[in-house]
Nanobody
Framework: QVQLVESGGGSVQAGESLRLSCAAI????????LAWFRQAPGKEREPVAA???????TYADSAKGRFTIHNDAGQSTLTLQMTSLKSEDTAMYYC???????????????????WGQGTQVTVPS
């Protein structure tokens, strides 16, 4: 059984950094797609960054230049390093994964099979 467990959220000031982690328990890191999504109150869940096990990394425009997605397959962990945080980054952040994924990219939420419970990131304005 696959479990995704996020950690690392918190409240930081604008301009500061946070590192989110997603432990992918029982997930096979071969031909797979993983991603970070976020959802702010009253808004739809949106992709932030995606990773394919070929090494391809894809970012939403809002994340480019500030966020870095990284995998540690040996530790079965997906991380999201976030820098220069802004108030508009405030949201619940989710880890998502899908097996048998042969092409990387920034897919919509319904593409993914497995989801974590989320971790809150708050950047006060």
């Amino acid at each position: 059984q696959v479990q995704l467990v996020e950690s690392g959220g918190g409240s930081v000031q604008a301009g500061e950094s946070l590192r989110l982690s997603c432990a992918a328990i029982g997930f096979l890191w071969i031909n797979a797609c993983l991603a970070w999504f976020r959802q702010a109150p009253g808004k739809e869940r949106e992709p932030v960054a995606a990773f394919h096990t070929s090494g391809l990394k894809t970012y939403a425009d809002s994340a480019k230049g500030r966020f870095t997605i990284h995998n540690d397959a040996g530790q079965s962990t997906l991380t999201l390093q976030m820098t220069s945080l802004k108030s508009e980054d405030t949201a619940m952040y989710y880890c998502a994964a899908r097996s048998y994924c042969y092409h990387g990219g920034l897919y919509a939420s319904d593409f993914y099979t497995y989801w974590g419970q989320g971790t809150q990131v708050t950047v006060p304005s």
